[in-house]
């Protein structure tokens, strides 16, 4: 399929799928709803354990919701990868192991990626330079203290090595999970496709894919749904200024949109399938 029919298949699936739609946009706002309640309750245990019990309790709860929801996603890419319009029955018991599936390639493709930038700030001494900040700072305290010498003054010799290095570890960050996160996508399809967490744990042929899709293919298709995505959101920032109560309308529009994605995704896959 070439992009523009992706596109306008992907577009309009979740309006096929309302029941499937309705049940995600449902899940989606329990998981936040507990992980809110989880988080904040938590923060409270400090001085209350019971407090600390509970958060906890919640957080667990929008974690087993966070599994359907993956689930969810995944089948919305098998759904394209096999050129399905429609979404099997939805069965709550049947979660499980896909959603874990998708928690574990997410988790991967972000250690490994972060555990990358983390030596290239080594490489680039960002955190030397930092120390080296801090020394100056403690150095010249006295006089800082002391007026005869500003914080500025302390830190302005080690500032600019700090902004180059942060400036080639930021670059290069970008970069890196730019590229893991086509790695994820393909991962994620052939999860959808095979059912193997193995599988789509093989970086190796998560880069054939990609190869065989074409680079190209996959940036145009990624930049339209960033377009999109874009103007979507821009358009509905201006009328919810004016019309704050409809801004309920995201309960729908959020995952609405995340289908979308997880469509086009699949129909890319399936030129390779």
Known sequence: MDITEIIKNAFIFPSRNLETLSIYAVLL???????FEGVTTAIFGIFDIWNLVIGGIYLLIAFIIGII????????????????DYFPDFKWWDSWSTGLSKIVITIFYFIVPALVVVFLA?????????????????????????????????ISNSTFPLFVSLAITFSGAMIIFLVFSFFQSMSEARLAHTGSLKKALNLYGAAKDIKR??????????????????????????????LIVLSIL??????????????????????IV
């Open 213 to 242: 899709i074409g680079i190209g293919k996959l940036l145009l298709l990624s930049l339209f749904i960033f377009v999109i995505v874009t103007i979507i959101q821009i358009v509905l920032t201006i009328i919810f200024d004016h």
């Open 69 to 84: 929801t993956r689930r969810i996603s995944i089948q919305c890419i098998k759904t394209g990868v096999e050129m399905e």
């Open 29 to 35: 706002l329990l998981s936040g709803a507990f992980t």
């Open 122 to 154: 080594l490489i680039t001494n960002v955190f030397g330079n930092i120390l080296d900040i801090g020394q100056a700072i403690v150095l010249q305290a006295p006089s800082i203290l002391n007026g005869d010498y500003t914080l500025v003054d302390a």
């Open 250 to 271: 995201n309960i729908v529009i959020v995952p609405y949109i995340a289908l979308f994605t997880y469509r086009s995704l699949g129909l890319l896959y399936s030129d």
